[in-house]
């Protein structure tokens, strides 16, 4: 079936740092793909996506690509703040769009 | 940016007892779902629910759960007798339409704990 693999966390990193996320997947046809974050006490927030092979989706400085001959959608920032103290889940949607399928989360803490 | 709403943010409960969890989607959304996450585990699929049936449940959506949407604002999950292996945070979410153009919006969650 499908499913999503991600870094274990936590990660922590001090401010200014470069990040990476590892995100890899299983899956049948042409996912979507998905990262989200979970701010604390909020919901989680979709953060960006992917929809097809080689697809870049960016968003608050964060990019990652939807890489098909690795099966993979790495998160990665250039230079992270205080700000980006999360959990961040790596999704995929299936061909048939009827649900996301999860991750199980990356903590990642950022040290002024 | 409109919000869905989860109450209570947390619930403790015996085991064998019944619960209710509470979520307020987008007023304008078709499209409802239930998910939730185990301590240190993955973010798990429930149930979506579209035009007041369920459309699709995992496996873990057994006999002992339910969905409804009693007055066309609240979504709620009820788990009939809950076990210990229930506690998790379970998150609601709503969406206008289906699809991965579709932006899914969530709830802050509602950890459940069963002693």
């Known amino acids: 079936g499908n499913s999503v693999t991600q870094m274990e966390g936590p990660v922590t990193l001090s401010e200014e740092a470069f990040l990476t996320i590892n995100c890899t997947y299983t899956a049948t046809g042409y996912p979507s793909l998905f990262w989200y974050v979970q701010y604390p006490g909020e919901g989680l927030q979709l953060l960006l996506k992917?929809?097809?092979?080689?697809d870049k989706g960016s968003n608050k400085g964060f990019e990652a690509t939807y890489r098909k001959e690795t099966t993979s959608f790495h998160l990665e920032k250039g230079s992270v703040q205080v700000s980006d103290s999360a959990v961040y889940f790596c999704?995929?949607?299936?061909?048939?769009?009827?649900?996301?399928?999860f991750g199980s989360g990356t903590r990642l803490s950022i040290r002024p | 940016e409109p919000e869905v709403t989860q109450t209570p943010s947390h619930q403790v409960t015996q085991m064998g007892q019944e619960v209710i969890l509470r979520c307020v989607p987008i007023?304008?959304?078709?499209?409802f779902y239930w998910y939730r996450q185990i301590l240190g585990q993955k973010v798990e699929f429930l149930v979506s629910?579209?035009?007041?049936?369920?459309?699709?449940k995992s496996e873990i959506f057994d006999d002992q759960f339910s969905v409804e949407r009693p007055d066309g604002s609240n979504f709620t999950l009820k788990i009939r007798s809950t076990k210990l292996e229930d506690s998790a945070m379970y998150f609601c979410?709503?969406?206008?339409?289906?699809?991965?153009?579709?932006?899914?919006?969530f709830g802050s969650g509602t950890q459940l704990s069963v002693l």
């Open positions: 999704a995929l949607m299936d061909s048939s769009a009827s649900k996301i399928i």
């Open positions: 007023s304008n959304h078709l499209y």
């Open positions: 992917a929809t097809k092979a080689d």
């Open positions: 979410a709503s969406s206008l339409d289906r699809g991965a153009n579709e932006k899914l919006f």
């Open positions: 629910f579209y035009n007041n049936e369920i459309s699709e």
